[in-house]
């Protein structure tokens, strides 16, 4: 089974196509970061348009790239949420109206599930049951995962994103966008712990998390410092060992009360380095293994939504000709398959 896969979320277009034989045949990645930095993030509608100029072309590259025809096509996923309207529109569109013309099922795919199953397109993949950290600008959850579709989740957090407060801490010390790989690559040039930040919420039970905190802490700091280049490293590298302290604090709880010794990360902060080192080592202190993504399918990309849509697919799942998109949605509401 070949599968077209499309991601319009958010500002980037991603499109990809999956064998279930050979794997992953081809992907492209089209970024509006470069277009949204003028305004320090977002803008929905530039967002959407650009996605509208965009996806036909990289589907066509795609295809070429993969070496497949439109008649070599068996189903096709796009992204039905949760992420901007107007984008998801466009995705959904374009998918259900490429299905129909083809005479193929289309499968709509939550945008988290496809964050989380990324790992599967790596050689070495985690065995069902296992813990997932799902971490982006719009997302932070702790789930357990016992099969696909099969979600509790632990923990999440109330009130920003871990990857949110990265992106606002960034731009109040004026280092641009996307703020948060930026404060990431300052972050080391800091003097460490010139700064003492809180671990919000960890010295009460329970996996949820708080990060506005944090973000107001680095304001604070900000505003006594002398705002010169060397109080941006300090800070940064303050917010960032508090911000991945806490993460993997909770990860660390989240496995202990499972009982399970697999840990999946996922997202676009999943590509931060400091975590990555950071949750490695405690995953091999305890005899257990943590799963990335590679770097490319940490941030939004066609080819995660194809194998979500390919597994659902073969599932006999698929979509009518209703054109469906959730801005919000609830990863409860997932089917198993």
């Given at each position: 089974?070949?599968?077209?896969?499309?991601?319009?979320?958010?500002?980037?277009t991603?499109i990809?196509v999956?064998?279930?034989?050979?794997g992953?045949?081809?992907?492209?990645?089209?970024?509006?970061?470069d277009?949204?930095?003028e305004?320090g993030?977002?803008?929905?509608e530039?967002a959407?348009?650009?996605?509208?100029r965009?996806?036909?072309?990289?589907?066509?590259?795609?295809?070429?790239?993969?070496?497949?025809k439109?008649?070599?096509?068996d189903?096709?996923?796009y992204?039905?949420g949760?992420?901007l309207?107007g984008?998801?529109?466009?995705?959904?569109?374009?998918?259900?109206?490429l299905?129909?013309?083809?005479n193929i099922?289309?499968?709509?795919?939550?945008?988290?599930?496809?964050?989380?199953?990324?790992?599967?397109?790596e050689?070495?993949v985690?065995q069902f049951?296992?813990?997932?950290l799902?971490?982006?600008?719009?997302?932070?959850?702790?789930?357990q995962?016992d099969?696909v579709?099969?979600y509790?989740?632990?923990?999440?957090?109330?009130?920003d994103?871990?990857?949110?407060?990265?992106?606002?801490?960034?731009?109040?010390?004026?280092?641009?966008?996307p703020?948060g790989p930026?404060?990431?690559?300052?972050?080391?040039?800091?003097?460490?712990?010139?700064?003492?930040?809180?671990?919000?919420?960890?010295?009460?039970?329970?996996?949820?998390?708080?990060?506005?905190?944090?973000?107001?802490?680095?304001?604070?700091?900000?505003?006594?410092?002398e705002?010169?280049?060397?109080a941006?490293?300090?800070?940064?590298?303050?917010?960032?060992?508090?911000?991945?302290?806490?993460?993997?604090?909770?990860?660390?709880?989240?496995?202990?009360?499972t009982?399970?010794?697999?840990?999946?990360?996922?997202g676009?902060?999943?590509a931060?380095?400091?975590l990555?080192?950071?949750?490695?080592?405690i995953?091999?202190?305890?005899?257990?293994?943590?799963?990335?993504?590679?770097?490319?399918?940490?941030?939004d990309?066609?080819a995660?939504?194809?194998?979500?849509?390919y597994l659902?697919?073969?599932?006999?799942?698929?979509?009518?000709?209703?054109?469906?998109?959730?801005?919000?949605?609830?990863?409860?509401?997932?089917?198993?398959?």
């Amino acid at each position: 089974m070949k599968v077209l896969g499309i991601e319009t979320s958010c500002d980037e277009t991603g499109i990809a196509v999956y064998c279930s034989e050979r794997g992953l045949l081809a992907h492209q990645v089209y970024s509006q970061v470069d277009m949204h930095a003028e305004y320090g993030g977002t803008v929905p509608e530039l967002a959407s348009r650009d996605h509208i100029r965009k996806a036909l072309p990289l589907i066509k590259k795609v295809l070429a790239d993969a070496g497949v025809k439109k008649a070599d096509i068996d189903g096709v996923a796009y992204t039905a949420g949760p992420g901007l309207i107007g984008a998801l529109l466009v995705g959904a569109t374009l998918g259900g109206s490429l299905a129909y013309g083809w005479n193929i099922p289309a499968i709509g795919i939550h945008h988290m599930e496809a964050h989380l199953l990324a790992p599967m397109l790596e050689e070495e993949v985690p065995q069902f049951p296992f813990i997932a950290l799902l971490v982006s600008g719009g997302h932070t959850l702790l789930v357990q995962v016992d099969g696909v579709g099969q979600y509790h989740t632990l923990g999440e957090s109330v009130d920003d994103a871990v990857g949110e407060a990265f992106d606002k801490t960034a731009r109040m010390l004026g280092l641009g966008y996307p703020g948060g790989p930026a404060l990431a690559r300052l972050a080391p040039k800091g003097r460490a712990n010139f700064y003492k930040f809180p671990r919000p919420m960890v010295n009460r039970p329970g996996l949820e998390f708080s990060f506005s905190g944090l973000k107001t802490h680095a304001i604070n700091c900000w505003q006594a410092s002398e705002q010169d280049e060397q109080a941006k490293a300090d800070i940064a590298w303050a917010f960032q060992d508090a911000a991945v302290d806490t993460l993997v604090i909770k990860c660390r709880r989240a496995l202990k009360q499972t009982g399970l010794n697999q840990l999946v990360v996922a997202g676009g902060v999943s590509a931060n380095l400091e975590l990555r080192q950071r949750l490695g080592k405690i995953m091999k202190e305890n005899n257990g293994k943590v799963f990335f993504p590679r770097h490319e399918f940490c941030s939004d990309n066609g080819a995660m939504v194809a194998y979500a849509g390919y597994l659902r697919l073969q599932a006999g799942q698929y979509e009518t000709l209703s054109i469906n998109v959730k801005p919000r949605w609830n990863m409860a509401e997932l089917s198993a398959i």
